[in-house]
């Protein structure tokens, strides 16, 4: 197949970064995946579900309870997960690991131990004492997903006021 070289800007070439699977891909490779669907793992990828956005809840909090539903419902590591997030936010797994650990004062590792409790019970403690107003919040979506209920992810509300 004939290649064709064309130039692109820096905040071009940072968004290609983003999906991009280290060692393995090329700039031609990422831009094919992204323009024709064509993904090198499951037939169904991230960019199907939208990412769960809860009304009246941080930005944080949002994207590290999406962390969580992606590993306990979806069943993937913490860093498969992680990926998942940021690729359906559009932004880096940096900006993910950012929430849960600089945020969170946990390293990785930490946060790791934490995932692995039953019932994410300490986890819970620690969102609970960053977020002191959103406890509420906390316990219902670590409730739903003890339950097995489905979180909904289209039109979530577990702002304060529906708690009351």
């Known amino acids: 197949m ?26 031609n490779s990422v831009l094919n995946r992204l323009l024709f669907s064509e993904s090198k793992k499951q037939g169904a990828d991230t960019s ?11 930005k944080a909090l949002s994207q590290i309870f999406e962390v969580v539903y992606e590993m306990e419902i979806n069943g993937y590591s913490r860093t498969e997960a ?3 997030v940021a690729k359906k936010r559009g932004t880096a797994p940096q900006t993910i690991i950012d929430k849960y650990c600089r945020q ?19 986890f819970k403690e620690l969102l609970k004492s960053k977020f002191v107003i959103h406890k509420g919040v906390i316990d219902i979506f670590f409730d739903t997903l003890k339950t097995g209920e489905r979180f909904d992810k289209k039109e979530p509300d577990l702002s304060i006021d529906k708690l009351i």
Request: charged letters at 30%; hydrophobic letters at 35%; proline letters at 10%.
């Open 82 to 84: 992680t990926k998942r």
């Open 2 to 27: 004939k290649m064709h070289q064309i130039e692109i800007d820096d905040n071009v070439w940072n968004h290609l970064k983003m999906f991009a699977e280290p060692f393995t891909d090329t700039p």
């Open 104 to 122: 969170l004062n946990k390293r990785a590792y930490e946060i790791d131990r934490l995932f692995n409790e039953p019932d994410f019970m300490e």
């Open 48 to 58: 199907t579900s939208p990412p769960i956005i809860i009304k009246g809840v941080p």
